[in-house]
């Protein structure tokens, strides 16, 4: 416990990291009739682990609005919506026809053991049923109607072609020669951020938040996201494979364009510093009731090997 009777960061990412993953293993209705191979073509790769860092935010989020910890349990369907969406995204971004990749978290792609067609199914499925996750916070926690309604239209659109999957087509694209720092920074900011930016908002919904705490974390989880992803793209070059639970140099190998391909490496580190206390200057602007974890979440992002 630290000097305020809070447990640390760690302690407190896998707390909530276990709580994320035993609400993921009763998502699915008992009563529900699915085929058995989709079932665990889904829950291979939604239950394989990974840093679970999304849910988190949103947990975090809400927990910062009103300053205490009572709003996780209405917040974790949010929680877990999120990170359906981001598992069925890596699910379609390993595929063949996107970045063939054989490995993730450490063992085989989704596709590897179940073949494409019920890879993409399973992604399918993980997309749909976020929508459904996110209405049991206002069906099953008391999370007022409006609310649980602005959380769904917030997730069509930063999952959306405006947002994450507007960055994947523009990713796809760009493998033709992208040219420009800028053109590299949408991508980033759609791929990644929007996710990041969700789970702030969504979070911070599911605890009333005004709407200018709303526009602060906003920046908040822009500045975040993308040193988050520039952090990605320097671990590739230089990071630990065994960590990483995925070969580096694979964007090399692929010949896709990064942040230290067009600035460098320590030109890379200094805007990932930059884009943090840039983050942490917005969220100390929102005046949220308690934004500790959200700061050390922040500077976790920047310091992490993984």
């Keep these: 416990m630290n000097e305020l009777g809070m447990p640390g960061l760690q302690e407190y990412i896998r707390e909530r990291a ?16 699915v085929p058995a191979t989709l079932s665990e073509a889904m829950n291979y790769s939604l239950l394989a682990g990974g840093k679970r860092l999304r849910p988190i935010f949103v947990l975090a989020a809400a927990e910062a609005v009103e300053g205490a910890i009572d709003l996780v349990p209405a917040a974790l369907p949010v929680a877990c919506a999120i990170e359906m969406i981001h598992t069925y995204s890596l699910i379609h971004d390993d595929l063949p026809a996107m970045d063939d990749d054989d490995y993730r978290r450490g063992r085989l792609t989704n596709h590897k053991v179940y073949g494409e067609a019920m890879a993409i199914l399973a992604g399918d499925g993980l997309l ?63 791929k990644t951020s929007d996710l990041i930016v969700f789970s702030l908002r969504a979070g911070a919904i599911v605890g009333g938040a005004s709407p200018k ?25 230089i990071g630990d494979a065994a960590k990483l639970g995925k070969p580096v140099k694979s964007d090399e190998k692929q010949l896709k364009v ?15 510093a930059e884009l943090t206390e840039q983050g942490k200057a917005a969220l100390e602007a929102a005046e949220l ?3 500790l974890r959200l700061q050390q979440l922040a500077d976790f992002l920047v310091e992490r090997e993984f």
């Design 18 to 33: 276990s709580q994320v993953e035993a609400e993921l293993r009763r998502v699915m209705p008992d009563e529900w009739s």
């Design 213 to 237: 705490q709303l526009e602060e974390l906003e920046t908040f989880g822009r500045c975040i996201g993308l040193a988050f992803q520039i952090q990605d793209d320097v671990l590739d070059l």
């Design 258 to 272: 990064t942040y230290p391909y067009f600035i460098g490496l320590d030109a890379s580190k200094r805007r990932i």
């Design 128 to 190: 749909t049923h976020a929508f459904y996750s996110v209405v049991q916070a206002a069906r099953r926690h008391g999370v007022p109607a409006d609310r649980a309604l602005a959380i769904v239209e917030e997730l069509s659109a930063f999952a959306g072609p405006k947002g994450m999957v507007g960055g994947q087509a523009a990713d796809m694209l760009g493998e033709q020669g992208l040219t420009k720092l800028e053109e590299l920074e949408y991508i980033h900011l759609r």
């Design 289 to 291: 009731a308690n934004p």
